[in-house]
């Protein structure tokens, strides 16, 4: 049954938005005609909205906001990112079941997409909220040859994907608050959990993890996040459909990440520092050894935070929440 209806969403997908003909669809999926007829209605009841017109067949005029591994495949034009994906409707976190796929040696570039998690991640086992048919909840999993110590910079290269992804599709102009958080009006759009495998210096494999909020209204949020989360639909009021962004922000990626393993950080962080809002401004870098107080100078080579104190020395910042 699945693979009937693979092959529909293909045939409507290659039509390109003009009719295709009861005929040609029984023939393309090879079933018939009264057969196609009914997973036009299969596909009415999951939420699509569909136009017959006698003699001319049907066509597809709205597609729900879903998202299944046909959904992100169909018009993905990467290479490797996304080429394998793992998609389940609900799991505890992503993370865990790309490390799981990690460990037994999965494909690079292979992704894990949930629509829903019900115990999602953020940093220091803090929770991520992450409610179904709302947002994009992936992990990625890479395995770059570089020294562990270089992995942060991971971080800074997905969130300029991640923020070119949304300028290319919506009116919006994000901006990055190192390291991890992608910002709209002051308030959190996209969190960021880079993880490792390693051993000694050698990365085995780095998973990325990418929590973005894509079409919750203000009522999805519960009210301790109501004034520091944000959406894309809260900041546009309209929907997005989560499979474009998604397929967006691997295309994104791909382009930045071999731009990363040939020319290094340098090109990178460069885009990076065009989108900082943290950047020559006073914050408060809270770490687990304590707050540190004064100007963001920049980062370094290595993506490490710098911060002049007071007494005019710099700390280096590895890992941190800020203020502005
Ligand atoms: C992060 O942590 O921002 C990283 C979030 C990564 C989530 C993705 S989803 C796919 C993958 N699977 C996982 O299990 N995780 C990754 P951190 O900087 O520690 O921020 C966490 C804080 O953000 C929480 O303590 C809340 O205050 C806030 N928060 C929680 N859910 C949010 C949401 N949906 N939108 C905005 N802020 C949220």
Not at 154 to 170: F, R, S
Request: hydrophobic share 40%; aromatic share 6%; with cysteine.
């Amino acid at each position: 049954q699945t693979g009937l209806r693979t092959k529909l969403l293909e045939a409507f997908s290659k039509a390109d938005g003009e009719f295709l003909s009861g005929q040609k669809i029984s023939e393309y999926i090879g079933c018939s005609r009264t057969a196609v007829w009914k997973h036009i209605e299969d596909l009415r009841k999951e939420g699509y909205e569909l136009e017959g017109v006698r003699r001319l067949g049907y066509r597809i005029t709205k597609k729900p906001d879903k998202i299944s591994s046909n959904e992100i495949q169909l018009g993905l034009k990467t290479n490797i990112m996304g080429r394998h994906i793992h998609f389940e409707q609900t799991v505890s976190s992503t993370q865990k079941i790309a490390q799981s796929l990690a460990n037994d040696g999965c494909p690079d570039g292979m992704i894990v997409v949930a629509d829903e998690q019900t115990d999602g991640r953020g940093r220091m086992a803090r929770a991520w909220y992450s409610p179904s048919g709302t947002g994009i909840w992936m992990s990625m999993i890479i395995r770059p040859n570089i020294p562990v110590n270089q992995t942060p910079q991971l971080t800074l290269l997905t969130a300029v994907a991640i923020v070119q992804a949304i300028e290319e599709l919506t009116p919006l102009r994000p901006t990055i608050k190192w390291p991890n958080d992608i910002m709209l009006n002051g308030k959190k759009i996209v969190g960021i959990l880079t993880e490792l495998q390693a051993e000694a210096d050698k990365v085995h494999s780095v998973i990325i993890g990418t929590g973005i909020n894509v079409n919750q209204t203000i009522e999805h949020f519960p009210e301790e996040l109501r004034n520091i989360a944000t959406s894309i639909k809260i900041e546009t009021g309209t929907n997005l459909e989560r499979a474009q962004l998604i397929q967006m922000i691997l295309l994104k990626f791909e382009g930045l990440y071999s731009l990363y393993l040939t020319k290094g950080f340098k090109p990178i962080k460069l885009l990076w520092e065009g989108y900082a809002i943290s950047l020559n401004k006073m914050i408060v870098a809270r770490t687990l050894r304590g707050s540190i107080e004064g100007k963001a100078i920049g980062i370094n080579d290595d993506g490490v935070l710098l911060i002049e104190t007071a007494d005019r020395s710099i700390e280096r910042i590895y890992s941190a929440d800020i203020e502005i």
